[in-house]
């Protein structure tokens, strides 16, 4: 029975890191309707910078966290500027074009750094050895990183709550023309919902770099797999990607756990996302939470 | 009215014959029959070394592959991030066949021909059935399907012994009538027998595109519920068109198989499906020509950046590869910078020569 309740508890870990990382894609989303097939890299980019700030140049990592999450603010609002603010109105297939050419070329500009290639870790700032509960144990990174993910996205949800900008950011996503008759700059709310998706992502990506170690491949590639979660969750709803984070790091968590070497099976933690991505696809399109706005034929 | 049959300054059709002929003019007929002597005459003339001919004939097969994704795409205006995987299937069709009699069986050496058509039938049976959420699904959740699709095919390919986990599976060598295809002109032989497919098919879309089906795909691109209204139906359609992607890919990847006489897992990763879909864009969308600018155009890109990376290798020394690091950084420039200021594509410069030299030394 612990066995199960290891599992959950890992699932947990998993998916909440899902939720933060499917976050920023959803925030971009829902005010300008781009998925965002770069989000992966502006991850990894978050958590190099991290390791950048606190190994080699020696800022306490608290600082260099909030540091990344605000190099990564402006880097995220400055790729809006440059290449999507020219595309709004153009075909959805050059959107979605455009953002996996600019996953291609942050792929190259981080491999031209040495972090491209090799394996680091951060330095230990947390008790090394795990908390066990009854037969359940997690360790203190893991914890940390799940208290500040849930922190973070409760601050997220007041922002898009409470404040003004955040609501600006609502009305522009429910109606663009109606936003813009009420005095909204739409353009501005576009780089902000940019921005905003680049810090949650520099913070979903520091708090994957402290679990599971810094490196470029498994990092980038939480960029495709956060697409299964936002669809999961519904593409335009933030309490969607939430739950369906969660929802998904379990049944990543359930599936490597139970059916890996028991039917002859092996990796299905990796395929078992998007084969629930397809079943959602074809029976719920619009996810658990999203909007209904899907056109059939 | 006699028209002069060498050069045409507008469309002066007065019949449905003349506008179904596949030359408009004999420029075209000459030019046309030109480059075809040229790309079979070339190799003959020049000696032209194994490396430079691989390149080639990966221009070939990424032309057949890009025509099928032309047609998804452009024609029919579905977004497929899948593609690889349709050409990964015709390849493991092959590797199938090879893994159950035997890689140097007759079928496998003689019967070629019928192994690459089977290919092709088997992608478009798979195109046809990831096709089926397409009858639900538009632009973005359909793009996201058929990455799905891709990914499970990975895994697919990766957990099966079957298809020996992903390692290569090797592919015996062709036999034509004069007996086996030797090692030195492998890759020439492959040049031809790849160029005529291309040129087969080449000619197939062009007067498919002139049929009911092809205006079908045309129609339900712009609107589909104006199709549907007109008597088409989209939804078989949009499947129909997901089966002929499937079948070009099919072919191609079939072809892949027997040129590098193996198939690996790693040809078909969701990276080459970028790649299919950045050929197509450079090329240029719902454009005939834009199918062969745009392999041409990644491909040479591919070729300069390996040969500047040896170059900047002395130079940067920190960075572990530069080739790693610069074909990905090449790649992504080119797509953006085209989606920004050309989104139609080379295709588009080939159209603005033209209407240009048409008119001559007139403008208005």
């Known amino acids: 029975m612990s066995y199960f309740f290891q599992i959950v508890v890992s699932g947990i870990v998993v998916g909440s890191i899902y939720a933060l990382a499917a976050l920023g894609l959803v925030l971009v989303y829902k005010s300008s309707r781009v998925a965002n097939f770069a989000h992966g890299q502006i991850i990894a980019a978050g958590a190099f910078i991290t390791f950048f700030l606190t190994v080699r140049l020696g800022v306490p990592i608290f600082f260099s966290f909030l540091a990344s999450m605000l190099i990564t603010f402006f880097l995220a609002m400055s790729v809006e500027r440059i290449f999507l603010r020219r595309l709004i109105g153009e075909p959805i297939i050059s959107v979605i074009m455009v953002t996996i050419g600019l996953a291609s070329i942050f792929d190259g500009l981080i491999y031209l750094t040495p972090f491209g290639s090799e394996n680091f870790s951060f330095p230990t700032f947390l008790p090394t050895e795990s908390i066990v509960v009854g037969g359940v144990s997690i360790s203190w990174t893991q914890l940390v990183g799940v208290i500040i993910t849930f922190v973070l996205i409760g601050c997220f949800s007041w922002f898009f709550k409470k404040s003004t900008v955040g609501i600006s950011m609502r009305a522009v996503s429910d109606d663009q023309f109606g936003a813009m008759s009420v005095g909204i700059s739409v353009p501005r709310v576009f780089a902000l919902a940019w921005a905003t998706a680049g810090l949650s992502a520099a913070a979903a990506g520091c708090i994957i770099g402290n679990i599971t170690g810094l490196n470029f491949e498994t990092l980038h590639a939480f960029g495709i797999v956060v697409f299964p979660v936002v669809i999961l969750g519904g593409l335009d709803s933030i309490l969607g990607a939430v739950v369906a984070g969660i929802i998904m790091g379990l049944i990543q968590q359930f599936a490597s756990g139970y059916l890996d070497g028991n039917f002859g099976l092996n990796g299905t933690g990796d395929v078992m996302p998007y084969i629930i991505l397809l079943i959602i696809l074809l029976f719920k399109p619009h996810g658990l939470f999203g909007i209904h706005e899907i056109e059939r034929v | 009215m ?248 099919g072919v191609a990847g079939a072809l892949h198989a027997y040129l590098y006489r193996g198939v690996g897992f790693d040809s078909f990763t969701l990276h080459h499906s970028v790649a299919y879909l950045a050929m197509a864009i450079v090329g240029g969308l719902g454009t005939l020509n834009g199918i062969f600018w745009g392999p041409v155009a990644i491909k040479y890109l591919d070729l300069q950046v390996e040969q500047f990376s040896e170059l900047a290798g002395h130079y940067l020394t920190y960075a572990p590869n530069v080739a790693t690091a610069l074909k990905p950084l090449s790649f992504g420039l080119v797509i953006v910078l085209f989606l920004m200021y050309e989104p139609r594509g080379i295709a588009n410069w080939w159209r603005i020569v033209k209407s240009y030299t048409k008119l001559w030394p007139f403008r208005y």
Request: aromatic share 16%.
């Open chain 2, 2 to 249: 006699s028209q002069n049959r060498w050069l045409a300054t507008g469309n002066f059709f007065t019949s449905y014959k003349q506008e179904q002929r596949t030359f408009f003019t004999h420029l075209d007929r000459t030019i046309f029959t030109c480059f075809l002597v040229l790309l079979f005459g070339w190799p003959l003339v020049f000696e032209i070394s194994n490396k430079y001919m691989l390149v080639l004939d990966n221009i070939l097969i990424a032309i057949v592959a890009v025509m099928g994704l032309n047609l998804l795409l452009g024609f029919a205006g579905l977004i497929s991030i899948g593609h690889a995987a349709f050409v990964g299937i015709g390849a493991y069709t092959v590797a199938s066949v090879c893994q159950v009699i035997g890689e140097n069986h007759v079928i496998v050496t003689h019967f070629w021909p019928v192994l690459i058509v089977c290919a092709g039938i088997m992608g478009a049976i798979f195109g046809a059935f990831v096709g089926l959420p397409a009858l639900r699904l538009k632009h973005l959740y359909l793009a996201i399907a058929t990455l799905s699709f891709q990914m499970i095919f990975e895994w697919f390919i990766q957990f099966m012994s079957f298809f020996n986990q992903g390692q290569t599976i090797y592919v015996g060598r062709a036999h034509w009538f004069t007996g086996q295809v030797g090692r030195s002109e492998h890759y020439l032989f492959w040049y031809y027998i790849i160029l005529i497919i291309v040129v087969v098919l080449g000619f197939g879309v062009r007067n498919l595109l002139k049929t009911k089906y092809g205006r079908c795909l045309v129609a339900v691109r712009d609107n589909d519920r104006a199709a549907d209204a007109m008597g088409m139906n989209p939804g078989l359609t949009k499947v129909y068109a997901f089966a002929l992607a499937g079948f070009f890919a």
